[in-house]
């Protein structure tokens, strides 16, 4: 299994308001030397989160522990840039099990399916109204399922849907990357194989 199974998350969230938000700034590239996914959560928003001399700078949200949770609630156009996994492994490793935005850059969104963190994307207007509900309420709790495919907050009940690959759904439901579903499907394919 490569990653945590994903079916119905419940959780307070971590608003980031900031849009155009390039995987630089999620992970600069003087911390992409490792090849292990560990330790990259240390280093998520670096530059956001420290000031050069390593202290945390106490106006930026994940230094501010009023807010917490699993899901991020992002701006528009979150993951852009170049394509970088360390920037979701860094996600990852932080905590984060969602990041919901109104839209997504494409390789971003797929290293996300891949690595075990779902993408929801959502109309601006839905993004509103979970910006708002937090900054009301910091222990607003959002539902994401994704069985039903939906995404609620659960203080009004307003919900949204959201799209994902048949394929990634499973996966991300079996806490499977590719290579973890093709072993897992190793005696099909060796009968497939053999002409069975």
């Not at 609620?152 to 579903?181: A, H, P, R, V």
Request: net charge negative.
């Amino acid at each position: 299994m490569a990653y945590d199974k994903f079916n119905t998350l419940r959780s307070t969230v971590v608003p980031l308001s900031a849009e155009n938000v390039d995987t630089d700034q999620i992970i600069p590239a003087r911390f992409l030397k490792a090849t292990e996914r560990v330790g990259f959560g240390d280093n998520l928003f670096r530059d956001w989160r420290y000031d050069v001399e390593g202290n945390p700078k106490h106006d930026f949200v994940l230094n501010d522990p009023t807010y917490s949770g699993k899901i991020l609630l992002a701006g528009k156009n979150f993951g852009s840039g170049s394509s970088r996994e360390h920037a979701v492994w860094a996600l990852y490793d932080y905590g984060f099990r969602c990041v919901v935005s109104s839209f997504f850059a494409d390789i971003f969104k797929n290293n996300c399916l891949n690595i075990g963190v779902l993408p929801v994307t959502i109309s601006p207007e839905f993004a509103d109204v979970l910006f708002n509900a937090v900054s009301a309420d910091p222990e607003t709790e959002v539902e994401v399922d994704i069985d039903r495919q939906t995404i609620t907050l659960l203080s009004t009940g307003q919900s949204e849907s959201f799209d994902i690959n048949s394929y990634k759904k499973e996966n991300m439901k079996n806490g499977f990357d590719d290579i973890d579903y093709l072993l897992n499907i190793k005696d099909e394919i060796a009968e497939f194989v053999a002409g069975k």
